[in-house]
């Protein structure tokens, strides 16, 4: 199936660094959504995104939906011990989807903090 | 505390068995959505419904099934189980205002045997 790409794969981190990591796509999208996923649970939701050039908050959390629509960034700052897990992306392409409501998803970004 | 509700949390089982998994959506969501995760892979979306009817597949083996009920709860079927079936298995819901915004239960683990 159709998947968007994601990077980096993995990251590992001094603890008080900056992250960041994005997604791409070759088609636009109107939605752009960050989770995370703590081992063995289910991911979480972070930030969503609806609108070309959106910049969104969410404590040390930011993320961008890209002017050109095909992308999307999520910057975490300060970082900290308990920012470990997985990071994916997932968003919604009416070019995917049409009406349906089915996301696409990246691979996720391994992070790891070493405190 | 997303409001979906998994259960069972584990689930063991010999291989050529069936076996049902349950969700419970947010109170208020109509659609949900039901993943499969392998192993240190990533999130691979099987079915979806809306309000009782099905309304995109994706990657979902014919061994597995699902429905929806009036209630809004869902439940997804596993037959013939193999030892590749053996993953975390997500139940999502969204709706509203904000129906992109899928929210994602606790998780069922299978293990075939």
């Known amino acids: 199936g159709q998947q968007l790409n994601q990077s980096p794969q993995s990251m590992f981190i001094q603890e008080g660094e900056d992250v960041s990591m994005n997604c791409t796509s070759s088609s636009i999208f109107n939605t752009w959504l960050w989770y995370k996923q703590d081992p063995g649970e289910g991911p979480v939701l972070l930030i969503a995104?609806?609108?070309a050039g959106e910049l969104t908050s969410n404590g040390r959390l930011t993320a961008q939906f890209g002017i050109t629509r095909k992308d999307s960034f999520l910057n975490i700052s300060a970082s900290i011990p308990s920012d470990v897990g997985i990071y994916f992306c997932a968003g919604h392409s009416r070019s995917y989807a049409g009406n349906n409501r089915k996301l696409i998803w990246g691979l996720g970004t391994s992070l790891a903090v070493n405190p | 505390d997303s409001g979906v509700t998994q259960t069972p949390k584990h689930l063991i089982t010999a291989t050529g068995q069936r076996v049902t998994l349950r969700c419970s959506p947010r109170s208020g969501d109509l659609s949900v959505y039901w993943y499969q995760q392998s192993l240190d892979q990533g999130l691979q979306f099987l079915i979806q419904y809306y309000n009782g009817e099905e309304r995109a597949k994706g990657n979902i083996l014919e061994r597995f099934s699902a429905q929806q009920f009036p209630d809004l709860h869902s439940e997804l079927n596993l037959s013939s189980l193999e030892l590749g079936d053996s993953a975390l298995y997500f139940c999502?819901?969204?709706?509203?205002?904000?129906?992109?915004?899928?929210?994602f239960g606790p998780g069922t683990r299978l293990t075939v045997t």
């Open positions: 995104l609806y609108k």
């Open positions: 999502a819901s969204s709706g509203g205002r904000g129906d992109y915004e899928q929210y």
